[in-house]
């Protein structure tokens, strides 16, 4: 308690180098605390959009499904074994078609994925009803994303043509009506993509009852084995995203280490200044009766004591800075659909517990053993050599 007690004194007597270095210190603290806050938003913030609008619980694939290339389509649905069909029969599942066309509105070219989905589903947040709500205005309606009408300049009642071949190579046009325009964060199902009513889409094909992935409601437990179909977890399917912010957090970390350095060369200077300076006090303190590792422990306390401080005035600045920007988010500019994460038009940060406690114990330990290092001269120091002001 006394080592405690004297060193609080002689940090608060060094005045104004001490707050200087708290003070950097703690921006430290509030400025990692915030950035990493931002990047786990926007992980959160995605993970939660992905799920609502496309993933759900998970996906069922057909064996020969693969995302990234539009070819295999043709192949790439069949009928839904017995245990898929109860689970949608039940709610639990939503079957979605997908296939290749080429749309022209206004005369233009431009190929596009044609999704089916049920009207009735309450799995995804997708405005899917107004497929059904719209059904005796025209053959076939149609939903779009934004993204999707302001690339292709539609409208909500606008009509264009659609072009596509069914399972038995035959080409078919039919007009469809834009019906709806979904606002939705996540662009994977917006960009390049037509969605319309699932039945539609199979008369459509003359692919009765054929599905190409098939959406499971959050919580529901797929079923152990399904013969042709391949289930992806939301991990699976949210693993791109998690590696883009992971990629993120990384290059942050870089500018992490320079704010954290530049902080602790500051305690580091001052630890070696202060026991330059305090010789004569360190073989006073001596021949009083204080062993060496105690002087040590004197100067280490003292050290620890600058990230203390700087966590107690970080914490008188920061955490009003941090709820303004939890409770009202960062607004983001519109190019931030190309970055491939589901965002929405605010940017809401995430301070968890485990963000803070973390970095206030990295940053604290990291401060005592910078504190410590220039100490350990003092192992070395005779008293007699320190009381006439010398080194040994």
């Given at each position: 308690?006394?080592?405690l007690?004297?060193?609080?004194r002689?940090?608060?007597?060094?005045?104004?180098?001490?707050?200087?270095?708290?003070?950097?210190?703690?921006f430290?603290?509030?400025?990692?605390?915030?950035?990493?806050g931002?990047?786990d938003?926007?992980?959160?913030?995605?993970?939660?959009a992905k799920?609502?609008?496309?993933?759900g619980?998970?996906?069922?694939?057909h064996?020969?499904?693969?995302?990234?290339?539009?070819?295999?389509?043709?192949?790439?649905?069949?009928i839904?074994p017995?245990?898929?069909?109860?689970?949608?029969?039940?709610?639990?599942?939503?079957p979605?078609?997908?296939?290749q066309?080429?749309?022209?509105?206004?005369?233009?070219l431009?190929?596009?994925?044609?999704?089916?989905?049920?009207?009735?589903?309450?799995?995804l947040?997708?405005?899917?009803?107004?497929?059904k709500?719209?059904?005796?205005?025209?053959?076939?309606?149609?939903?779009?994303?934004?993204?999707?009408?302001s690339?292709s300049?539609?409208?909500?009642?606008d009509?264009?043509?659609?072009?596509?071949?069914?399972?038995?190579?035959?080409?078919d046009?039919m007009?469809?009506?834009?019906?709806?325009?979904?606002?939705?964060?996540?662009?994977?199902?917006d960009n390049?993509?037509?969605?319309?009513?699932?039945?539609?889409?199979?008369?459509?094909?003359?692919?009765?009852?054929?599905?190409?992935i098939?959406?499971?409601?959050?919580?529901?437990?797929?079923?152990?084995?399904?013969?042709?179909?391949?289930?992806?977890s939301p991990?699976?399917?949210?693993?791109?995203?998690?590696?883009?912010?992971q990629?993120?957090?990384?290059s942050?970390?870089?500018?992490?280490?320079?704010?954290?350095?530049l902080?602790?060369?500051?305690?580091?200077?001052?630890?070696?200044?202060?026991?330059?300076?305090?010789?004569?006090?360190?073989?006073?303190?001596?021949?009083?009766?204080?062993?060496?590792?105690?002087?040590?422990?004197?100067?280490?306390?003292?050290?620890?004591?600058h990230?203390?401080?700087?966590?107690?005035?970080a914490?008188?600045y920061?955490t009003?800075?941090?709820?303004?920007?939890?409770?009202?988010?960062?607004?983001?500019?519109?190019?931030?659909?190309?970055?491939?994460?589901?965002?929405?038009?605010?940017?809401?940060?995430t301070?968890?517990?485990?963000?803070?406690?973390?970095?206030?114990?990295?940053i604290?330990?990291?401060?005592?053993?910078?504190?410590?290092?220039?100490t350990?001269?003092?192992a070395?120091?005779?008293?007699?050599?320190?009381?006439?002001?010398?080194?040994?």
């Amino acid at each position: 308690m006394i080592l405690l007690k004297l060193a609080y004194r002689n940090l608060i007597g060094a005045g104004v180098r001490t707050w200087l270095n708290v003070i950097v210190l703690s921006f430290s603290f509030v400025v990692i605390i915030w950035t990493q806050g931002l990047y786990d938003g926007m992980y959160d913030q995605a993970m939660h959009a992905k799920t609502d609008w496309e993933i759900g619980g998970g996906e069922f694939w057909h064996k020969n499904y693969d995302p990234y290339d539009p070819l295999s389509l043709e192949k790439s649905h069949g009928i839904l074994p017995e245990s898929l069909q109860e689970l949608v029969r039940e709610g639990k599942a939503t079957p979605i078609l997908i296939t290749q066309a080429t749309m022209y509105p206004d005369g233009r070219l431009m190929p596009v994925l044609l999704k089916g989905i049920d009207p009735d589903q309450r799995i995804l947040k997708m405005p899917a009803k107004a497929l059904k709500d719209s059904a005796a205005c025209c053959d076939l309606p149609a939903l779009i994303g934004e993204r999707m009408a302001s690339r292709s300049r539609l409208k909500k009642g606008d009509f264009l043509t659609l072009r596509w071949q069914d399972v038995y190579g035959a080409f078919d046009v039919m007009d469809a009506r834009i019906v709806c325009l979904m606002r939705t964060p996540v662009s994977t199902i917006d960009n390049g993509q037509i969605w319309v009513p699932l039945d539609s889409l199979r008369r459509m094909l003359r692919a009765p009852g054929q599905t190409t992935i098939v959406v499971l409601a959050p919580g529901v437990e797929p079923p152990p084995a399904v013969p042709g179909w391949e289930f992806r977890s939301p991990d699976f399917l949210l693993s791109d995203i998690r590696e883009i912010v992971q990629t993120k957090s990384v290059s942050s970390a870089i500018f992490y280490f320079f704010l954290v350095v530049l902080a602790l060369l500051a305690i580091f200077d001052t630890q070696v200044l202060s026991i330059f300076r305090r010789r004569k006090e360190i073989g006073t303190l001596m021949a009083l009766g204080m062993t060496r590792s105690e002087v040590i422990r004197l100067f280490t306390i003292e050290g620890a004591f600058h990230g203390i401080l700087a966590l107690l005035v970080a914490a008188i600045y920061g955490t009003p800075i941090l709820i303004y920007f939890k409770n009202n988010g960062i607004p983001l500019p519109s190019y931030t659909d190309s970055y491939g994460i589901a965002l929405s038009q605010k940017l809401m940060p995430t301070y968890g517990i485990g963000l803070i406690l973390g970095t206030v114990f990295v940053i604290l330990i990291t401060v005592t053993v910078v504190s410590f290092l220039p100490t350990r001269r003092i192992a070395r120091l005779k008293p007699t050599d320190a009381l006439r002001g010398k080194w040994s």
